[in-house]
């Protein structure tokens, strides 16, 4: 059986541009990806237009696929614990207070996200918060309003260079 996997991809749409220009990455987005033995295919966990679960093989029609990876340690525990997201609305507010935490780092400050959320996700909030719920190792010091799809990406790039 496959193991859960996290993906980062992009599109055309100009949020995703945006997104790109502001990061300096080829990625804008990043979601779970595990196998559902009740539908017996891939199934795709992200933060759309509401936090919601689509086939990847649907997925992958409008976003282009940067990476798809296979984390060091189980990841099952971080999607368990999303679950409790699906259906709510994306967090555009708090994606807008990426932008000022990005402009901080530029400037070579730590800014925190000024538009924080309790209610709703975006991308990269929803993954490092699954992550920080399951403890994975190495994300202790990370917060989830301030980690962009292109940290996250970088992170798991560098788990997976590093030899155990």
């Given at each position: 059986?496959?193991?859960?996997?996290?993906?980062?991809?992009?599109?055309?749409?100009?949020?995703?541009?945006?997104?790109?220009?502001?990061?300096?990455?080829?990625?804008?987005?990043?979601?779970?990806?595990?196998?559902?033995?009740?539908?017996?295919?891939?199934?795709?966990?992200?933060?759309?237009?509401?936090?919601?679960?689509?086939?990847?093989?649907?997925?992958?029609?409008?976003?282009?696929?940067?990476?798809?990876?296979?984390?060091k340690h189980d990841?099952?525990?971080?999607?368990?614990?999303?679950?409790?997201?699906?259906?709510?609305?994306?967090?555009?507010?708090?994606?807008?207070?990426?932008?000022?935490?990005?402009?901080?780092?530029?400037?070579?400050?730590?800014?925190?996200?000024?538009?924080?959320?309790?209610?709703?996700?975006?991308?990269?909030?929803?993954?490092?918060?699954?992550l920080l719920d399951?403890?994975?190792?190495g994300f202790n010091?990370?917060?989830?309003?301030?980690?962009?799809?292109?940290?996250?990406?970088?992170?798991?790039?560098?788990?997976?260079?590093?030899?155990?």
């Amino acid at each position: 059986m496959l193991r859960s996997r996290i993906g980062f991809s992009t599109t055309n749409h100009l949020l995703s541009r945006v997104v790109r220009f502001v990061t300096r990455s080829n990625c804008s987005h990043v979601f779970f990806v595990y196998y559902d033995q009740d539908f017996c295919l891939d199934m795709v966990m992200e933060a759309h237009w509401s936090y919601r679960l689509i086939p990847l093989d649907q997925f992958t029609k409008t976003n282009k696929i940067i990476r798809i990876i296979t984390p060091k340690h189980d990841i099952d525990l971080a999607i368990k614990s999303s679950v409790h997201w699906l259906g709510s609305l994306y967090d555009a507010k708090g994606l807008v207070g990426m932008a000022w935490v990005k402009l901080g780092r530029w400037l070579r400050h730590c800014w925190k996200n000024p538009f924080r959320s309790t209610a709703n996700v975006y991308c990269s909030e929803a993954v490092t918060r699954g992550l920080l719920d399951q403890r994975y190792p190495g994300f202790n010091s990370m917060d989830a309003e301030t980690v962009g799809p292109d940290d996250l990406l970088e992170f798991f790039i560098t788990e997976s260079a590093k030899t155990t």
